[in-house]
């Protein structure tokens, strides 16, 4: 059973850095992209970057490029999502999400993370 937790979210002045891991994909060996997306309350679900489990795609959304970067850590199996010169319009709940596609898309994803919330304050 796949289980997607986010970490590393949290409160930081703009300007500031945050990064955001997502774990729990690796217990599917199936599993071909792992996907960041931010929501804010009323809106719609924004993609942010998506990544290859083990490479292949590896792309940022043009709303954040040069500000954020996606990785994966072979290591700690996590795909970490480094956010930098954070501005308070990047103030959203993240979430991570994992499928056997890839996607910018929200609905092609079937695994989803709880979300963690970034706040930036000017």
């Known amino acids: 059973q796949v289980q997607v937790v986010e970490s590393g979210g949290g409160s930081v002045q703009a300007g500031g850095s945050l990064r955001l891991s997502c774990a729990g994909f690796?217990?599917?060996?199936?599993?071909?992209?792992v996907a960041w997306f931010r929501q804010i309350p009323g809106r719609e679900r924004e993609g942010v970057a998506v990544?290859?489990?083990?490479?292949?795609?590896?792309s940022v959304a043009a709303s954040v490029e040069g500000r954020v970067t996606i990785s994966q850590d072979h290591f700690k199996n996590t795909v970490d999502l480094q956010k930098n010169s954070l501005k308070p319009e990047d103030t959203a709940m993240y979430y991570c999400?994992?499928?056997?596609?890839?996607?910018?898309?929200?609905?092609?994803?079937?695994?989803w993370g709880q979300g963690t919330q970034v706040t930036v304050s000017s």
């Open positions: 999400a994992a499928d056997h596609t890839c996607s910018w898309s929200p609905n092609a994803y079937t695994y």
């Open positions: 690796e217990y599917s060996y199936d599993l071909r992209c």
């Open positions: 990544r290859g489990i083990g490479g292949g795609i590896k």
